[in-house]
């Protein structure tokens, strides 16, 4: 088997190589997730993504729903594209949007082909059914398979039984599931089955949206699980270098690293919001994803960053929510958010006054 790509054969960084499943070719099992550089301006998005293919990164991640996201490792990786295996994803339900979804995305990329294409997020029996059922869209995509627009077709996922159901059917030479060191619900059933079947399997939220305290460590336990491969969100250079150190240094995990996914493991357990959105939107407009990580997120970020209007983001949702449970029914992780919206939003709602009122009376003095 060769390395997607070629004479490089894993770049100057010599990172680990994996298969992609028993379909694929050998790929870099360091990927690259294409979600954070939407919020970049373009030329640093590029800049990322370029620096990740010069580190020796071959897999490169995207989807038609991260906006700016195809565009830019399209212009990144032009001169490149037959060295780097390629994923992007749609959430179409039925054919006519599939097809406008996937048009689109060559049109952005400016590639001739994928060498990946998933169903996104496939979480329930009805989209799995529109998939190899009545809507037929596996039917139109391996139309596409056979015209050399494709390579292979597989899902992504947030909940476990609907993968392995997926995976069950044989249809499919791919899963993206939430994978890491605090989110292990893969290990029980999914990923045993991505193996026995050589289903190659992708870990997305390998630092579960940033709510990991080492991001070395993350990368390092990832590494030590056999035929995972990792695909973080990164959106600076130093991130890149980060991932790529971890990924080709020393295996095995240090005691510091021990350390914090123990401490991880304990703080993090329970309510804690792996950011996917699902919630979205709150009838009341209430931002619950960032509510329910505001206390992680400020305690990580520090809590200058909680200003007047982060304030009265969390008074809106004290003064707005209903308990109406509606997001509750929505988020995969089964969070009890009709409770931990309203009283997240209260506690920390407390300590950020506090913290602006200590900061005003300093000024008048
Ligand atoms: S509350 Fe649940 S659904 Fe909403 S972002 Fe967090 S984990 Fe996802
Ligand atoms: S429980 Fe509160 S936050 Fe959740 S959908 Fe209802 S009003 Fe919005």
Redesign the pocket.
């Known amino acids: 088997m060769t390395l997607a790509g070629d004479s490089t054969a894993g770049g100057p960084a010599r990172l680990p190589v994996g298969p992609f499943g028993k379909h694929g070719p050998l790929v870099t099992r360091l990927g690259f997730g294409g979600i954070p550089i939407q919020q970049l301006p373009e030329a640093d998005a590029v800049a990322v993504v370029r620096k990740c293919y010069n580190a020796g990164i071959r897999l490169f991640d995207t989807a038609y729903g991260y906006t700016n996201s195809e565009e830019r490792i399209g212009k990144a990786l032009a001169g490149v594209r037959d060295e780097v295996f390629v994923i992007t994803k749609s959430p179409a339900r039925d054919r006519e949007t599939l097809r406008t979804h996937f048009e689109t995305s060559l049109r952005r990329t400016g590639f001739e082909r994928f060498d990946v294409f998933l169903f996104h997020n496939v979480v329930s029996h009805d989209h799995l059914s529109a998939i190899l059922g009545g809507a037929d869209l596996m039917g139109w995509m391996r139309r596409q398979q056979e015209a050399g627009r494709v390579g292979l077709i597989g899902i992504s996922s947030h909940r476990a039984e609907t993968a392995v159901d997926c995976l069950k059917t044989g249809e499919f030479a791919a899963v993206e599931f939430p994978f890491n060191y605090l989110e292990d619900q893969a290990l029980p059933e999914l990923l045993p089955l991505a193996r026995e079947t050589g289903t190659a399997f992708l870990a997305m939220k390998p630092m579960a949206g940033g709510a990991l305290s080492s991001g070395r460590a993350a990368i390092k336990w990832l590494m030590a699980q056999p035929d995972v491969l990792a695909i973080p969100g990164m959106m600076t250079l130093q991130q890149v270098d980060e991932a790529v150190a971890a990924a080709t240094g020393e295996p095995g995990l240090t005691p510091d690293e021990e350390a914090a996914i123990a401490r991880d493991r304990r703080e993090l357990s329970g309510t804690f919001c792996r950011r996917c959105g699902y ?1 979205l ?6 931002e ?1 994803n960032t ?1 329910v990580s505001s206390e992680l997120f400020l305690n990580r970020a520090g809590w200058q960053r909680a200003n007047e209007a982060y304030l009265k983001m969390l008074e809106h ?1 004290i003064d ?9 029914a929505r988020c995969p992780y089964y969070l009890p ?2 409770e931990l ?2 009283a997240t939003a209260v506690r920390v709602a407390e300590k950020v006054r506090a913290r602006l009122g200590r900061q005003q009376a300093d000024m008048g003095r």
């Open positions: 919630c939107p709150c009838p009341q407009g209430i619950i509510v949702a707005n929510c209903q308990q109406c449970g509606e997001c509750e958010l009709s919206v309203k």
